[in-house]
């Protein structure tokens, strides 16, 4: 389920509850042009119709809760399909021939556009005996990666190697009755980077408006997260990199050279996430903890469901038709407004409608 309006942004806040909220009648006044130009009766009602807001407000967080439940409950269902997955990715078990049956004329005359393509640039042609020698599909993850904007924007070069040792991506939710969380689960084969054979990066959420603004509630949302430890091994680990530094001493005038390990760009700085200051947030480091929180519900969202359909190129086809979709409604849009700027010359006082008596937004 693809509930687009889990907001990707940190915020605090205690539970709503049923305590009372206390209506701000200036912040109202500023928000309802003219509101004080209302009469008193109907500025009581409007007060009542705000609260009854805030018990629908409430009812929707319940709502989102038992969806999480229900999530948690269907994980179990799509767990032996993703087990399937990473055993015929990893090379584990051979797909029998009828597992294997699928037709598509399109898919097949892609193919072959694509192998003529690479053979044109390829120098010489790839061994047979090797082909048949492989097993299972060889860089599944890296390549899905590398086919998602906003996860290709995170690897690096000194990544891939590492990634090539991936072998599933799966996603675990919380036990009944503990706090909201989601995980995401990256199983590693035995590698010589590091001993870890499961990254992990936990999400939390919560689903219940917010004290300060409870009227703004429209879903559940991500409010923090946390990665793990990643055991590197000597001098392979790629989110530090040295660097060489001389230095001159004071008295003596003699240099000397030191080197010392700087933090550099990697996909795996994703494991150790940066945390909200309590001093405040600044725009750079809201940004970047929103980008974290919007990655962590991709992968869990899309990546992980679609694979396959990232792996061949198919799912990038389906995002990019809907933002095609919202730019040519855009686009509709703007033409109407650009048709009711030339009508106006043309005003027929019959057919305009009689003016509002009081207009509120």
Known sequence: MDRKNEKSEAKGGGKGGNKPFQLDKHEIIERIPNFHLLPKPVKRRVYALKRLQLQSANIEAKFYEEVHELE????GLYQPVYDKRREIVSGAVEPTDEECEWHSDQEEDDLAENLQK???LEEKPA??????DQKGVPDFWLTVFKHV???GEMLQEHDEPILKHLQNVTVKFSEPGKPMTFTLEFHFESNSYFSNTLLTKVYHMKSEPDNNDPLSFEGPEIVDCEGCK???HKGKDVTVKVVKKKQKHKGRGTIRTVTKEVPQESFFNFFNPVKASPEGMDEELDFTIATDFEIGHFFRE???PRAVLYFTGEALEDDESFEEEDLEE????DL???????????FDPTKAPPPAECKQQ
């Open 336 to 346: 109407d407004e650009e048709g009711d700027e030339e009508e106006e010359g043309d």
């Open 127 to 132: 061994d047979s005996a090797d082909s048949v």
């Open 72 to 75: 948690r409950k269907y994980a």
């Open 302 to 304: 899309r990546v992980i």
């Open 118 to 120: 690479k053979a044109a």
């Open 149 to 151: 904007d906003l996860l």
């Open 230 to 232: 990643i055991d590197w």
């Open 330 to 333: 855009g686009e509709e849009e």
